[in-house]
């Protein structure tokens, strides 16, 4: 499982889904946008994606060319911008996530249904381990 996503090619199938080449930091911004409350600054982006914001700089630039995110006035601080997923952006983030998400239903379509809720609840338990040692360092 690990040698399939770090060497990309879950990426790759799901980014292919989207119709649209993007490579993996692009497709990240778009997943950070559209998990996000609402439009997010550049270094929050980065924050998020624990990368430098130079590096999302660039990508949002390409993104904003594509048409898949537009900048938008911080109603906070006027003379700062935001960034937020377009309708394109949006639909592309979409059409990646249900797409892996489809591969995993797939993956365990054919286990027994103990084990299924078994990994639902230990993923839950995960997430909730991982919050709360994030948020109690």
Known sequence: MSAA????????QATAATGLPLDRPAIGI?????????????????DRMQVVGPHVTRQVQALEQRGLVRRVTDPNDRRASLIEPTESGTEAANRYTSTIIGWFREVIADWP??????LGRLLAKLADDITTR???P
């Open 134 to 136: 994030l948020n109690h």
């Open 5 to 12: 996503i770090n060497r990309g090619q879950l990426a790759q």
């Open 113 to 118: 249904t103990q084990d299924r809720a078994d």
């Open 30 to 46: 778009l997943l950070t946008l559209a998990m996000a409350d609402g439009p997010l600054r550049i270094g929050e982006i980065a």
